[in-house]
């Protein structure tokens, strides 16, 4: 009898949530973005909760939640990166005039051009890791600590930015390029319900996997039905979230346009859903490839245990200095991702894009669980985190809170954030 043939040991758990297997901090992060969801609906008459404004919001939230998978490795290491808004801004720049400047000067290739857009990603996400691997270099190597690094890098990278440009608003960008942006790229609503399925079947995959693995390792394993229970689940978001953005209909006017670029009528009373925008897509492969660094590599060993005792890791023989490096080019790639899904939603690059990002990056973060203390965090509860701060913000701006209040309210969340898990891991005895 094979390892996976052993008959499963069931988990000897006492209550519901127990035998769910269900993380209690990610349930309570869970709830309170459901109660802030239904406050502002209810504040706004209705209009929090329909598909445009969901559509908007998460468009809105996903270059900040690309970054924010980064800034946990760097947190988790009890390193901070207060430069990531700033470097976004370098990275859309050396991007725009790639699109502008370099590729029809250099090599001939206007706007639109099919290799216009991926030379540009390359440049751009290669500037940010460069960036980011020599911020690491000083960090790990020299000694200087992170703090001054990047605060320095803050004021460095921002104004790079600047001069890079002229300190010009550069576009159009190249229609390509742009569909990385939300609105300008999305999938329509029947590749939308394929994805989907895809996403769900891949669930349902990982849950089986998962199981068998725990099986053939002698661990205690959820009860079938919990485990039919967490996949429904799973199964009703995704295939949830794909209907209600395909509910969002394009505008008459541009469908209209669309035909009449395809020599085609328009047929009468004919509608189509945005669906998945691309730069969703970008975040949950993110994500995913992210996941897996944490949870399955070494690399993510090392970056945990570093995180949780840097003495006992540099003992251990992990070599701290590089790990530094590798962390720090990884954030600068991640900047360069944001960099193409910010400027592309705008559809330009302008001066000020990224700023204060690095806060909402930091708060995502720390609101999604990863200690400041070092040694935990995930993925994707700093997703959760983006979401729930870009959610504050949305919402207050749709009932009409100005600027500075939303950032008086945002800067108080992220205190009192703190200071509940500080006190909830002060009761749990959790790290």
């Known amino acids: 009898m094979t390892d996976a043939d052993k008959p499963a040991r069931p988990a000897q758990k006492k209550n519901l949530f127990a035998q769910l297997e269900i993380d209690t901090r990610l349930l309570g992060m869970i709830g309170a973005f459901v109660i802030l969801c239904l406050g502002f609906h209810f504040i706004t008459d209705g209009r929090f909760l329909t598909s445009r404004n969901i559509f908007n919001l998460t468009i809105q939230t996903v270059s900040v939640a690309i970054m924010a998978t980064g800034m946990v490795f760097v947190i988790v290491t009890r390193n901070i990166d207060l430069s990531v808004g700033s470097l976004l801004a370098t990275c859309s720049a050396v991007m725009a005039m790639t699109q502008t400047f370099i590729t029809p000067e250099v090599f001939g290739l206007g706007l639109n051009h099919p290799a216009t857009a991926p030379i540009a990603i390359v440049v751009g996400i290669a500037t940010g890791v460069l960036i980011g691997a020599f911020q690491g270099y000083i960090v790990g190597y020299l000694g200087v600590p992170a703090f001054i690094v990047t605060l320095g890098g803050l004021l460095v990278w921002r104004n790079v930015a600047w001069y890079l440009t002229n300190g010009q608003t550069i576009g159009p960008l190249d229609r390509n390029f742009m569909q990385f942006g939300g609105i300008n790229g999305t999938l329509g609503e029947t590749w939308s319900w394929v994805i989907g399925l895809i996403a769900v079947l891949f669930a349902f995959y990982s849950f089986w996997r998962n199981r068998r693995s725990k099986i ?58 945005y669906g998945l925008p691309i730069s969703v897509l970008l975040l949950i492969a993110v994500a995913v490839v992210m996941t897996i660094v944490a949870r399955r590599t070494r690399l993510g060993r090392y970056i945990f245990a570093t995180g949780g005792n840097p003495d006992a890791a540099a003992l251990s023989g992990i070599n701290t200095r590089l790990l530094t490096v590798k962390i720090f080019a990884i954030m600068g790639g991640l900047c360069g991702l944001a960099a193409l899904v910010a400027s592309a939603r705008l559809s330009f690059h302008s001066n000020d894009i990224g700023t204060l990002d690095e806060l909402r990056v930091i708060a995502a973060a720390v609101i999604g669980g990863t200690a400041l203390a070092g040694g935990v965090g995930t993925i994707y509860g700093a997703i959760l985190g983006a979401l729930i701060m870009q959610s504050l913000q949305s919402g207050m701006a749709m009932v009409g809170v100005d600027a500075p209040f939303q950032n008086i309210v945002v800067g108080a969340v992220l205190v009192i954030a703190v200071l509940i898990d500080t006190i909830y891991r002060k009761r749990t005895g959790a790290k």
């Open 216 to 273: 053939s390792h002698d661990f205690p394993v959820k009860p079938i039905w919990a485990e039919i229970v967490m996949a429904a689940i799973t199964a009703v978001a995704i295939m949830g979230f794909v209907a209600v953005l395909n509910n969002y209909d394009v505008p008459r006017r541009r469908l209209q346009q669309m035909f009449e670029a395809r020599g085609e009528v328009m047929p009468d009373g004919f509608t189509q859903g």
